[in-house]
Every structure is written in C-alpha cells, then in structure tokens.
C-alpha cells in the first residue's frame, strides 16, 4: 500500500520527519476493575487498526487505560485529532460506544 511508504521509510531508515506525532488521552483508570456478569477483569492492553473511508490507516493501542492513536501514513498528529473528534469522545477501541 502506497500511502505506508512515509511509516516505512520512517522506521526504517529514519527518514524525516524526526518525530511522528501521535494523539495520547486517558480511556480509563490504569488500575480500573471491569466486570462481566460474575468475571471481574482487568485490562493490560488493547489494539485495532482503523481505514477510514478517506482512505487513511490509524493504529491505535491502549495500555492500562492510557490510550495512543497515529496515522500511519502522516506524521502530523492533527489528522488522528480530526478522526477522534468525529468519534464525539469515543474511542476507536469501543466503536459501538462512539
């Protein structure tokens, strides 16, 4: 896939741009309880790709409640800020609730 080229040349000979901006907010306690009819659980991480339908790629991986999301094919972090904000808070991790 054409649009990854910029990831890839990223990561793998640290092509420009130095950094690669990422959006970072807090889902839920780190040490937060979840339970499920009588299971009581805990969430060490989780993870899911997004396409969009203007055809963009983002990752996003939450660990212990702390949630980070990139597009993987722009280092500019606004685009993933855009994305989540058409969500209305939810996270890409819990689609049904977004």
Same mark, same amino acid.
Request: proline share 5%.
């Given at each position: 896939?054409?649009?990854?080229?910029?990831?890839?040349?990223?990561?793998?000979?640290?092509?420009?741009?130095? #950094?690669?901006?990422? &959006?970072?907010?807090?889902?839920?306690? +780190? @040490?937060?309880?979840?339970?499920?009819?009588?299971? *009581?659980?805990?969430?060490? +991480?989780?993870?899911?790709? *997004?396409?969009?339908? @203007?055809?963009?790629? !983002? !990752? !996003?991986?939450?660990?212990?409640?702390?949630?980070?999301?990139?597009?993987?094919? @722009?280092?500019?972090?606004?685009?993933? !800020?855009?994305?989540?904000?058409?969500?209305?808070?939810? &996270? $890409?991790?819990? $689609?049904? #609730?977004?």
């Amino acid at each position: 896939m054409e649009a990854l080229d910029p990831v890839r040349r990223y990561v793998r000979i640290g092509e420009q741009p130095s #950094t690669w901006g990422y &959006s970072r907010r807090r889902l839920y306690a +780190h @040490d937060a309880l979840f339970r499920e009819n009588s299971d *009581v659980y805990e969430v060490l +991480h989780e993870f899911d790709f *997004v396409y969009t339908e @203007d055809k963009r790629l !983002f !990752f !996003f991986l939450a660990i212990f409640g702390e949630e980070y999301g990139i597009d993987m094919s @722009d280092p500019d972090a606004a685009s993933c !800020f855009d994305f989540l904000e058409k969500q209305n808070g939810g &996270s $890409p991790l819990y $689609p049904s #609730t977004g």
